[in-house]
């Protein structure tokens, strides 16, 4: 991971992919969405969405296990660099989630990170606020999903 003067406003990243299988559809709605278009094929096509649809908290999670996984490949290839890697803290929230259509079974989504806006912290000037917009993408090109996060970075001289 590197440190909030090392990163640069519109810098983007592809972090991975993902394909929603009905079965780890059905599985995440059990548990965390258990709405009828998420569990049952029939209910999904008669529905809205045109077919079984993933929960937009599917995809956000998905999104979130490919970005900090994304992030320790990162950190491990720079320390075995031997650079400095530097430890981002938490994210103080995000804004815009937004899904914009539905992500179908079967589909495969591929997720982006672009660096938006960043500065130095008032508080805490030891660390950079980023903001970073995440998306997904289908196989169509169609983008599905997108959100605003904001996360705590590093700052290599705080001082300066």
Do not use: Y
Request: net charge neutral.
């Amino acid at each position: 991971m590197r440190f909030f003067e090392d990163i640069e406003i519109g810098a983007r990243r592809e972090f991975g992919s993902f394909t929603f299988t009905p079965e780890d559809i059905k599985r995440f709605a059990a548990q965390f969405d258990p709405q009828r278009f998420h569990l049952d094929e029939e209910e999904g096509r008669n529905s809205l969405f045109g077919g079984l649809a993933a929960s937009g908290w599917h995809v956000a999670s998905v999104c979130m296990k490919l970005l900090v996984a994304d992030g320790k490949r990162l950190a491990a290839e720079a320390a075995a660099r031997g650079e400095e890697v530097a430890v981002w803290g938490p994210s103080p929230g995000f804004r815009e989630l937004r899904w914009i259509r539905p992500v179908l079974a079967g589909d495969t989504i591929s997720f982006t990170n672009q660096v938006e806006t960043k500065r130095t912290s008032e508080k805490r000037p030891e660390w950079g606020i980023l903001q970073a917009r995440n998306t997904g993408v289908n196989q169509r090109n169609e983008v599905v999903f997108s959100f605003l996060a904001t996360a705590f970075v590093p700052r290599r001289n705080p001082g300066s």
